[in-house]
Structures are given as C-alpha cells and as structure tokens.
T-cell receptor, first 109, second 115 residues
C-alpha cells in the first residue's frame, strides 16, 4: 500500500462541472501539497496545507488531519484545468516529499 | 517574481557519459531538493540541501553526486550515465530546512535523455 493514495486516477469532466480529487495518506505529516503538472513536465504548487481549508480563485483545498485525508475541488471547471494533479506530503520525520500517483484530469469543452 | 531556474532544460547524452544539472533557487531560499521523474512515474526524491549541507538523502545512485554552493545554487552531477537515467529532473526550493514546513517552489525541470 502506498503511503499516499489519490482517487480517482483518471477523471473526465465537461466544462463547468464541479470536480473533486481525493488524497489519503498513512504517515504523520507536517504539510500536504497539491501540485499541478502540465504535459511537458513543469510542476506548479497550488496549495500547501497543514490544517483547515484554503481557497485560490476556483480552487479549494481542504485537509482533515485526524482522518489523514485531503481534497482538492475545482469549481466551474475549464479545459485549461486539464492537467495531472498530484498530492504530496511532507512527513514530520524528514524534509522530502512523498508523492501520490497523480490524477489525470481532462475537461472537455 | 523570480522562480526556481533549472538548466539546461533539455539534455541529450550517450551511455557512460557525464551530465551536470543546475538549479538556482528563489532568492533567500536556503533549501534545495532534487527529484527524478521517470516516464509515467511519480517523482522520486534524490537528495536535499540546507544551508550548503546535505540534509536528506533518498534513492540517489552512487554514480550521482550533488552539492549546494555559497550562493545557494545546487548542481547534480551524474556519471556513467545509463539508459534508465533518462528522466525529468526537478529541483524545488524552500526556506527553513527540514524542520520548517515552508512553501515549495518547483523549477520547470531538466529533461535528460540518454541514448
């Protein structure tokens, strides 16, 4: 079992739909990151969470430390949101990130 | 605003050659991380530096070495390249080292192809 698990692995939506990507982890963490990776490779950090909820534009990220679970929500999805979304955790015992396998999101016009 | 700069963006080498990748962190960031992402795989942690000292070590082959310089930029040196070293190499930077959950910023990556 991976330390960081994401669901779904693949997600196809129509433009305008509300999207949720989930992340569960099994280790103690000091922070959880939601990352976006477009074709060609560049990674963009969307959120860093240690508790509660953060919002940036149409993106919302929540984390429940007790349940070891985080969600990334996209409201009013758009084709330009199509990318791989990755959950990564920073364990309390170290400095490295442990990555989930990513969720491939495709938003069709 | 300045971001994390990696160079070169693309590199093609032959087996058994050497390669050097460079990472320039965001100004005032003192911590640098290196990750390797093979085709279709998750990024894997290689090594990190804080204040010019190695702070954590992951699955970095013995053929690879890295260091952080006085201006906080870092270089990843890879020798005796193998086909399996073909990957996207990411650098990320933050401030505060391993005990601080500082926000991470990623470079665009250096894509190494070994022929």
């Amino acid at each position: 079992k991976n330390e960081v698990e994401q669901s779904p692995q693949n997600l196809t939506a129509q433009e305008g739909e509300f999207i949720t990507i989930n992340c569960s982890y099994s280790v103690g963490i000091s922070a959880l990151h939601w990352l976006q990776q477009h074709p060609g490779g560049g990674i963009v950090s969307l959120f860093m969470l240690s508790s509660g909820k953060k919002k940036h534009g149409r993106l919302i990220a929540t984390i429940n430390i007790q349940e070891k679970h985080s969600s990334l929500h996209i409201t009013a999805s758009h084709p330009r949101d199509s990318a791989v979304y990755i959950c990564a955790v920073k364990e309390t015992s170290g400095s490295r990130l442990t990555f989930g396998e990513g969720t491939q999101l495709t938003v069709n016009p | 605003a300045a971001g994390v700069i990696q160079s070169p963006r693309h590199l093609i080498k032959e087996k058994r050659e050497t390669a050097t990748l460079k990472c320039y962190p965001i100004p005032r960031h003192d911590t640098v991380y290196w990750y390797q992402q093979g085709p279709g795989q998750d990024p894997q942690f290689l090594i990190s530096f804080y204040e010019k000292m190695q702070s954590d070590k992951g699955s970095i082959p013995d053929r690879f070495s890295a260091q952080q310089f006085s201006d906080y930029h870092s270089e990843l040196n890879m020798s005796s390249l193998e086909l399996g070293d073909s990957a996207l190499y990411f650098c990320a930077s933050s401030r505060g080292g391993r005990n601080v959950a500082g926000e991470l910023f990623f470079g665009e990556g250096s894509r190494l192809t070994v022929l």
